[in-house]
């Protein structure tokens, strides 16, 4: 599995960004996945994941009802809108495969295939 991610820039607090990752290599709909972020100097951590249908999705408390994961099992992308940024959401976010499960679940260490990061910058 090969992952490509876009769509990171510098926003200011308050306002939108939506990241896409696209994926080739083994079928899109078979397996879960998820996006993580690093921050400066922190280690990387779960934001959100989601099921190969899109039906199930996970979110990390730090950004629950202001970002969406979703997915378009036809595209072969996964997408992570994020609204009503704030300064502590800049980092480096990462789209990541998760081929073991249909599911999509939080811990990276189950994450098999990453894709490089996009910066999201986010200014007070």
């Known amino acids: 599995v090969q992952l490509q991610a876009s769509g990171g820039g510098l926003v200011q607090a308050g306002g939108s960004l939506r990241l896409s990752c696209a994926a080739s290599g083994r079928t899109f709909s078979s397996y879960g996945l998820g996006w993580f972020r690093q921050a400066p100097g922190k280690e990387r951590e779960f934001v959100a994941a989601?099921?190969?249908?899109?039906?199930?999705?996970y979110y990390a408390d730090s950004v629950k009802g202001r970002f969406t994961i979703s997915r378009d099992n036809a595209k072969n992308t996964v997408y992570l809108q994020m609204n009503s940024l704030k300064p502590e959401d800049t980092a480096v976010y990462y789209c990541?495969?998760?081929?073991?499960?249909?599911?999509?679940?939080?811990?990276?260490?189950?994450?098999?295939?990453w894709g490089q990061g996009t910066l999201v910058t986010v200014s007070s």
């Open positions: 989601i099921s190969w249908s899109g039906g199930v999705t």
């Open positions: 990541a495969a998760d081929t073991g499960s249909r599911i999509g679940r939080n811990s990276q260490n189950l994450y098999d295939y």
